[in-house]
C-alpha cells in the first residue's frame, strides 16, 4: 500500500475516534511538506476543527499523536498552525522503494477489455505539401497524449484525418501538369511530399504573377485574383475531380500516393503512427448526407438559395454554414461525416481532437452540432488546443515555401547532436554506427523535449541551439543522466544479487529520503497529466527527478560506498530512478541511451 493511503487511511481512523466524524477522501488531502518545515507529508487539519471544537494547532496536535501511535509510517510530527507536519519512519521509506522495485510499470495503469476507449485525432495533413514544424509539434502532442492516456488505464485509439480533396490539391496537381515535365520523386530524387510541395509553391508564383499582370492592364486586385487563368483552371479541375473525371482522379491518386510514401518516412522518423487513418475524400459526403438527415429531422433550416444552417441562437452562437448553396460541403460537413465513420467504427466512449487554438470556435461548434446528431461523446468532446510554433525570425508560410520542413528540422536535430557530442568527446570510445544512431537518439530527444516541456496552450518559440544542451531542462539532460546511470549499473552487476533491502539497518539520508519520495510522485504525475491533458506537466516532472538525483549523486558514493548493503540500496535506487525516467520520457515519445 502507497504511504499516502496508509497515512490518510489512519487519518480518517483518527479523526472517527477523536471526534466522530466520518472524513471525506477530498478532505484528507496530503501534500509534500514545504522545504523549509521538517517533515515528508503536510496534512490540512482545517476541515476537522468544526468537528473538534478546538483551535488548528490543537487538532493538528490531537491527531498527529493519534498517529504516531497507531500508524507505524509515521515516525514523529511537528504542527505548523493549521498543518500536520509528518515525517515518515526509515521502515516505511524502504518498504516503498521495494513496492517501487519490484513493479516494472510502477506508476502507470494497465487497461483492460473494460476500460474507456479514448480516440485521439491528430496530424491532420494536408497532401499539397511535405510536413512542418507546425507538424511536428501537432504529432509530438498527439503521440504523447495517447500514452499518458494508455498509462492512466484507458483503452486509445489513435487517429488521423488526412486532408486530401479541395483548391489546394487541385493547385499542386495543376502545376505539376504545366510545369514538371512527368517528373516523379525517382526521376528528381526528392520525397514526394517534398515534390508535391514545390509544385504548390510553383503554382502561387505564376498565379501572382498573373494576378500582376491584370492589375497593371487596369482590373482590380481583388478581381484579378478571381479571373487569373491559373485559379479558374484549377477551379474547372476541382469540379471534375467532385464529378470523378477519370483522367483526373487518376493523376490525383499517383501524386497523393507520392505524398503518402513521404508522409511514412516522415512519420517514421518522428517515431508516431496511426492505428487508423480517414481521409477527407472518403468523409465528405458522408457528412453531407449526415447534414440531410439533420435538416429531414428539422435540427438545421435550408435557406432560400439552397444553402443549410445550423441555427445555433440558442447556445449563444451564431448561425453555421453546413453546405453552399450549389451543395457542397464545408470542413464542418466533413468532421461531421468522419465522426459519423468512426462512430460506426469504434464503440468511443472520449474523443479528442488535437488541434491549433485558431480553431477553437470549429470546435465549439462541432461539440453543438454532434451533440445534436445524437453521437453520445459528442457534447464532451475535448478540443485538445494548442498554441502556435513560431521560430526567431517569424512565422511560416507554405504557399512562399519559407516554410520549416519537418526532415530538415529533423535531420538538423541530429546533425547537431553529433556535432556536440563530438565536441564534448562523448563519442571517444565508440563505433561511427554507435554515434550515428545515439546522435538520432539524442537529437531527437532534444527536438521532441523542447517542444513537450512547453504548456501545449501557450504559442512557442523554438530554438534548435538551445534544445541540445548537457545541462539545464532539456533533453539531453535527461538522456545523460539515464545513460551515466546505466553506466554505473553495468560496473556493479553482481552488487544487487541476493540482496533484500529489508534487511539493511543503517540510516537513509535526507537525499535518499528525497530521491523515494520523488520517484512515489511519478504515479501522481501520470495522473495529473492525463487528467490535464498535459505532456508539460510529465516533462517536468522528468526533469525534477533527474535533478533530484544528481543532487544525491553530487553528495553520496554509489561503487565507492564501504558499506556493501548501503551500496547495494543505492544501487537499487539508482536502478529505479533510470527505470522511471525511462518510463516517464516513454510517454514522451523520447527513447533514452544505454550508453552516451
Avoid at 489512519?10 to 488531502?29: I, N, S
Amino acid at each position: 500500500m502507497k504511504i499516502e493511503t496508509l497515512i490518510s487511511n489512519a487519518a480518517a481512523e483518527a479523526v472517527k475516534a477523536l471526534y466522530g466524524m466520518d472524513a471525506t477522501e477530498k478532505m484528507l488531502q496530503l501534500q509534500k511538506t514545504r522545504s523549509e518545515f521538517e517533515g515528508n507529508l503536510t496534512l490540512v487539519v482545517f476541515p476537522f476543527v468544526k468537528a473538534a471544537r478546538k483551535s488548528p494547532e490543537q487538532t493538528a496536535e490531537e491527531i498527529g499523536k493519534y498517529l504516531q501511535e497507531h500508524c507505524s509510517a509515521i515516525d514523529k510530527y511537528n504542527v505548523v498552525k493549521g498543518f500536520l507536519n509528518l515525517s515518515v519512519g526509515q521502515g516505511a521509506w524502504l518498504q516503498l522503494l521495494e513496492a517501487i522495485d519490484k513493479d516494472d510499470s510502477f506508476g502507470m495503469k494497465q487497461a483492460d477489455d473494460q476500460s474507456p476507449l479514448v480516440m485521439i485525432e491528430y496530424s491532420s495533413p494536408n497532401t499539397n505539401k511535405p510536413l512542418h514544424l507546425g507538424h511536428v509539434r501537432n504529432n509530438l502532442l498527439g503521440w504523447s497524449l495517447a500514452k499518458i492516456m494508455e498509462a492512466n488505464g484507458n483503452r486509445v485509439v489513435k487517429t488521423n484525418i488526412v486532408n486530401d480533396r479541395g483548391i489546394h490539391i487541385c493547385k499542386s496537381m495543376l502545376a505539376w501538369l504545366k510545369y514538371g515535365n512527368g517528373e516523379t520523386p525517382e526521376s528528381s530524387g526528392k520525397k514526394g511530399d517534398h515534390l508535391i510541395g514545390d509544385y504548390y509553391v510553383s503554382f502561387d508564383k505564376h498565379y501572382r504573377e498573373q494576378v500582376k499582370e491584370l492589375v497593371a492592364q487596369g482590373m482590380d486586385e481583388e478581381k484579378a485574383k478571381q479571373e487569373a487563368p491559373l485559379i479558374k483552371e484549377a477551379h474547372e479541375m476541382l469540379v471534375k475531380w467532385e464529378q470523378n473525371d477519370p483522367d483526373v482522379r487518376a493523376l490525383w491518386e499517383k501524386m497523393n500516393a507520392w505524398v503518402y510514401a513521404g508522409f511514412d518516412e516522415t512519420y517514421k522518423k518522428l517515431g508516431v503512427s496511426f492505428d487508423k487513418i480517414y481521409y477527407e475524400s472518403q468523409t465528405y459526403l458522408k457528412g453531407k448526407a449526415k447534414v440531410e438527415e439533420g435538416l429531414a429531422k428539422g435540427l438545421f433550416e435550408r435557406h432560400e438559395d439552397g444553402s443549410v444552417w445550423a441555427d445555433l441562437a440558442n447556445d449563444g452562437l451564431d448561425q453555421k454554414l453546413l453546405l453552399r448553396s450549389d451543395g457542397t460541403s464545408v470542413y464542418m460537413t466533413q468532421d461531421i461525416g468522419t465522426a459519423e465513420m468512426r462512430y460506426e467504427d469504434y464503440p468511443i466512449d472520449k474523443m479528442i481532437y488535437v488541434v491549433g487554438n485558431e480553431q477553437n470556435y470549429h470546435f465549439q461548434v462541432l461539440s453543438i452540432l454532434l451533440d445534436r446528431l445524437g453521437f453520445k461523446w459528442g457534447k464532451e468532446l475535448t478540443h485538445f488546443s494548442y498554441g502556435m510554433v513560431e521560430l526567431p525570425n517569424g512565422k511560416m508560410k507554405s504557399r512562399e515555401g519559407t516554410v520549416v520542413d519537418a526532415d530538415d528540422l529533423m535531420q538538423l536535430m541530429v546533425d547537431d547532436a553529433y556535432q556536440t557530442s563530438m565536441e564534448l568527446g562523448k563519442f571517444d570510445d565508440m563505433s561511427e554506427e554507435e554515434r550515428r544512431e545515439i546522435a538520432r537518439i539524442v537529437g531527437m530527444g532534444a527536438l521532441k523535449y523542447f517542444i513537450l516541456k512547453v504548456d501545449a496552450r501557450k504559442n512557442m518559440l523554438f530554438n534548435p541551439e538551445e534544445s541540445i544542451d548537457f545541462n539545464g531542462n532539456t533533453g539531453p539532460f535527461i538522456q545523460y543522466t539515464h545513460a551515466r546511470i546505466r553506466s554505473i549499473l553495468r560496473k556493479a552487476e553482481n552488487a544487487t544479487a541476493n540482496f533484500s533491502l529489508t534487511t539493511l539497518h543503517s540510516s537513509l539520508s535526507e537525499k535518499e529520503i528525497e530521491l523515494i519520495q520523488k520517484m512515489n510522485e511519478f504515479g501522481a504525475a501520470v495522473e495529473q497529466a492525463g487528467k490535464d491533458y498535459s505532456p508539460s506537466g510529465i516533462a517536468n516532472y522528468c526533469y525534477e527527478l533527474t535533478k533530484v538525483f544528481n543532487q544525491f549523486y553530487h553528495d553520496y558514493s554509489i561503487l565507492n560506498e564501504p558499506d556493501e548493503h548501503i551500496k547495494a540500496m543505492r544501487l537499487v535506487l539508482a536502478k529505479n530512478v533510470a527505470k522511471i525516467i525511462k518510463n516517464g520520457m516513454g510517454l514522451l515519445g523520447i527513447e533514452v541511451p544505454e550508453r552516451m
